[in-house]
């Protein structure tokens, strides 16, 4: 059976790469990710193959937002928000690079719901929501695995799952199995964000607003 397409989007630091090695290595399919392919994983869609399902990966809200904030600390990031803690990260304007220039948004939360919305929009061809967290449990991944059997041709009957994540070999996944991304965040960090984050909204994509 000839190989199936697939279009892959999803925030940054969401697990884009995770998914894209997942999808690859269980099913017969290309994956379409890169910038000159129907946009880019982190661009808005602009179109793709015929039938190709797209794909979207999802990271819990919270923990996408410690992510982000993490990862503009490193060397070389600088040209994303900068700020001297993650409370006034949380509380002011978030810049990302992008292959065609900046995108700005008015918070990191607002950045997470009107993104995901938008691709979760897609009207014109079967769009797969997959939250990167169910790959860290191996019951839950292979649930995922024969999910998405409905749309991909299988590769084997034994699910794979990648023992590492792609490009980043300092990966811990206690920070996401045992909710670590929380202690970044103080009572009044978490009251700020869920007077942005909209209830419905975070439950389309199977998350909670979180309270202590």
Known sequence: MAKRNAIIKGLQRSGTNVLTAVLEQNFKVECHWRFNEYGG???????????????????????????IYRHSKKAGRSRYSQAKDFSTFLRQELLMPTPVGMESFWRPATCWMDMNLSWSRIESRKVVLVQVEKWLNRTEA???ITVISKWLPRKSKKPIIPKKVPVNRNFDPTIYTQKRWLEAYSLEDIKYVNRILVPEVVERFGYKCESR
């Open 41 to 67: 994983k982190h661009m808005p869609f602009t179109g793709g193959p015929k039938n190709a399902p797209v794909f979207i990966s999802l990271k819990n809200p919270y923990a996408w937002m410690h992510s």
């Open 142 to 144: 292979h649930n995922w």
